[in-house]
T-cell receptor, first 116, second 109 residues
Framework: DSGVTQTPKHLITATGQRVTLRCSPR?????VYWYQQSLDQGLQFLIQ???????AKGNILERFSAQQFPDLHSELNLSSLELGDSALYFC???????????????FGEGSRLTVL | EDQVTQSPEALRLQEGESSSLNCSYT??????LFWYRQDPGKGPEFLFT???AGEEKEKERLKATLTKKESFLHITAPKPEDSATYLC??????????FGTGTSLTVIP
C-alpha cells in the first residue's frame, strides 16, 4: 500500500459525458502528479500540482482540467469524453519539495475509465 | 530532448535464469533515475532511486546500477513472482519525470 488513494477504481460512462477522478496523496506529501496510461502505452504525464498551485503541464487536453485543494487532495476533471480517453489514470505523490531534489513518486492504484 | 528508452520490450526467462534489463536515457540535468515494478491493472510500485553514476542499489533478487547514459536492472535467479512490467523513469533538472514504456518480464516455472 503506497498510501495514495484514488477513487473511483472503475468508471464506465458514455461519450460526451464528464467525470471527476479523485486522489488523496500520502500524508505530508505536497506534490500531486496525474498520469494517463493507455493500453500498450507508457505513462503519459498530464499535470502536476504543488501545495495547491499548478507547477507543470504535460500532454493534457484542453477538455481535461485539474485542481489541488487546501487539504491537498486533487481532482482530475475529464469532459466531453471520447472513446480514446479510455485508459488508466494514475495519481502519484512525492515527499520532496519541488526545487533542488530528486524524489521518488508513490502511485495510487489508478482509476480505470471506460468510455462507451 | 529528454527521453527514456527501455529494452527489451519483453523478456521470458526460465526460473533461476539471471538476466538484465536496460534503460538508456538522455536528460538535461539528471536529478534521479527510478525503477518501478508494475503488475497488471495496478499502480507502479517504487523499487529504487539512483542519483549518480557508479551507484548501485539491491533488493532481494534485484540490483540496479547507473552509468552516465544508462541503467541496468539485474535480476538474479528470478522466480515466477518476479513476473511484472519494470518501468524506468528519470527526473530532469526541470523536475519533470520521464518514463520509459517498460520491459514486460515473464518468469516460467
Amino acid at each position: 500500500d503506497s498510501g495514495v488513494t484514488q477513487t473511483p477504481k472503475h468508471l464506465i460512462t458514455a461519450t460526451g459525458q464528464r467525470v471527476t477522478l479523485r486522489c488523496s496523496p500520502r500524508s505530508g506529501d505536497l506534490s500531486v502528479y496525474w498520469y494517463q496510461q493507455s493500453l500498450d502505452q507508457g505513462l503519459q504525464f498530464l499535470i502536476q500540482y504543488y501545495n495547491g498551485e499548478e507547477r507543470a503541464k504535460g500532454n493534457i487536453l484542453e477538455r481535461f482540467s485539474a485542481q489541488q485543494f487546501p487539504d491537498l487532495h486533487s481532482e482530475l476533471n475529464l469532459s466531453s469524453l471520447e472513446l480514446g480517453d479510455s485508459a488508466l489514470y494514475f495519481c502519484a505523490s512525492s515527499p520532496r519539495p519541488l526545487a533542488g531534489w530528486g524524489g521518488e513518486l508513490f502511485f495510487g492504484e489508478g482509476s480505470r475509465l471506460t468510455v462507451l | 530532448e529528454d527521453q527514456v528508452t527501455q529494452s527489451p520490450e519483453a523478456l521470458r526467462l526460465q526460473e533461476g535464469e539471471s538476466s538484465s534489463l536496460n534503460c538508456s536515457y538522455t536528460v538535461s540535468g539528471l536529478r534521479g533515475l527510478f525503477w518501478y515494478r508494475q503488475d497488471p491493472g495496478k499502480g507502479p510500485e517504487f523499487l529504487f532511486t539512483l542519483y549518480s553514476a557508479g551507484e548501485e542499489k539491491e533488493k532481494e533478487r534485484l540490483k540496479a546500477t547507473l552509468t552516465k547514459k544508462e541503467s541496468f536492472l539485474h535480476i538474479t535467479a528470478p522466480k515466477p513472482e518476479d513476473s511484472a512490467t519494470y518501468l524506468c523513469a528519470v527526473q530532469a533538472s526541470t523536475n519533470q519525470f520521464y518514463f520509459g514504456t517498460g520491459t514486460s518480464l515473464t518468469v516460467i516455472p
